[in-house]
């Protein structure tokens, strides 16, 4: 076993910087430092942009271990390793994600029956209705830019419906929720994003207390009352605010990575177009291969614990590299290759654990709809022109596009 913390290696050699950069010609593989850390490294110690020091987790064995030890805690974590300072401090009220044990179960049981396969599968025609809208408006020209047109206001449009937010105020939340996903927004910046977002939750929650609809929101304000400990307004304004940029952030930049990906092969896209009913098989492999949470989920050690076959001592950081995990040799074959027919694993793109993604049935669904109506509906689909590097979002919690200019 390994036992010096990441602090000590740093004192005796100087840590490697934590591992950002992807390949210019092949943007949709991870830094290829994790190669050769699953391979000679597994657990390795690197300093993060953060500032602090933290021990790297690079296989897919080791990372659900770090992803369901209860002694590796959540708590204030999420990807602040990423921001360019971060104190740990205690989170907000509601942030679910930020919260262990009772905590964090307190809060999903109010969300778990809100999200369950029967009531994702129901919304199918409703996002199917959207997403025809979309493509209808799309085809009245020539040309569009398919982040903004298409693959950025499906999932925003449905999370608004379910959750009973009014769309007509999507632009000034999906501006704040590009400042809390990136990376380059100062503490300041980030604050003021966060109250503007948490402030107009918190007032649509005061209005459904008075009068409930039938939206998401409204129900979980009824079941958080009859429960022992209902959750205050503020809770469930963090609660929504999480919902609302987490439930169309990661699957918009889903739905434009994967449709990049199906374009840049016509003869794939042939196949999955001549095979219909495998749309689901290819989402499964296209969310392992793109795994846009791209610079992993931070935990805190509470106390000593092993990771890997090295020693953590309490009080040390780790970073679960979820894009490793789903590029691990032992677990995916060829693992660099995108199989649309590849058997659906164990893949860590929605997490895995007590935290594990809990609208990630709604996000397959979005998927399956929108890169299936753009392959039936819009066949000559085709970039109008090279993507420059700077159409990547590559400082951004979620990997994604910030525009993709196409033509059919």
Not at 36 to 57: I, K, Q, T
Not at 175 to 182: A, F, H, N, P
Not at 204 to 215: F, G, I, M
Not at 217 to 222: G, N, Y
Request: with cysteine; glycine share 8%.
């Amino acid at each position: 076993m390994t036992k010096p913390s990441p602090d000590q290696a740093s004192e005796a050699s100087g840590l490697p910087e934590f591992p950002v950069t992807r390949p210019d010609s092949r943007p949709f593989d991870p830094d290829e430092t994790y190669a050769r850390l699953r391979a000679h490294a597994p657990v390795s110690p690197v300093r993060c942009p953060a500032g602090m020091d933290a021990w790297l987790v690079s296989r897919h064995e080791d990372i659900r271990s770090v992803l369901t030890d209860p002694r590796l805690s959540s708590r204030g974590a999420g990807s602040m390793h990423m921001l360019p300072s971060y104190d740990r401090c205690d989170p907000a009220p509601g942030s679910m994600i930020q919260l262990d044990g009772e905590e964090h179960a307190r809060l999903r049981r109010l969300l778990i029956g809100e999200f369950t396969m029967r009531r994702m599968e129901a919304l199918r025609p409703s996002v199917q209705r959207i997403t025809d809208r979309h493509v209808d408006a799309m085809l009245t020209g020539s040309s569009a830019d398919l982040v903004r047109d298409f693959a950025l206001p499906i999932p925003s449009l449905v999370i608004c419906e379910l959750l009973g937010v009014p769309y007509d105020g999507h632009e000034s939340f999906q501006r704040d929720s590009e400042v809390l996903i990136g990376f380059e927004a100062d503490a300041a910046t980030r604050d003021a994003a966060t109250r503007r977002l948490e402030g107009y939750l918190g007032e649509l929650v005061v209005r459904r207390r008075a009068e409930p609809q039938d939206d998401l929101l409204s129900r979980l304000i009824v079941r958080g009352e009859a429960t022992e400990n209902p959750p205050t307004v503020a809770e469930l304004a963090t609660l929504g605010v999480l919902l609302l940029v987490a439930g169309h952030e990661s699957t918009a930049n889903m739905i434009a990575l994967s449709a990049l990906v199906l374009m840049a092969d016509q003869e794939r896209t042939a196949a999955l177009r001549a095979a219909p009913d495998t749309i689901g098989t290819a989402v499964e492999e296209l969310l392992r291969y793109l795994s846009v949470i791209q610079f992993g989920l931070l935990r805190y050690a509470t106390e000593d614990v092993t990771v890997g076959g090295t020693e953590v001592a309490a009080g040390s950081w780790l970073v679960a590299a979820i894009p490793s995990g789903n590029r691990g040799e032992e677990v995916f074959p060829a693992p660099d290759t995108v199989d649309l027919r590849r058997p659906p694993r164990a893949h860590l793109a929605f997490g895995f654990g007590p935290h594990q993604c809990i609208g990630q049935q709604l996000a397959r669904i979005e998927l399956q709809v929108a890169l299936a109506t753009l392959l039936r509906r819009m066949p000559g689909l085709r970039l109008a022109g090279p993507l420059a590097p700077s159409a990547f979002k590559h400082n951004d919690i979620v990997f994604g596009l910030r525009s993709m200019p196409v033509l059919w």
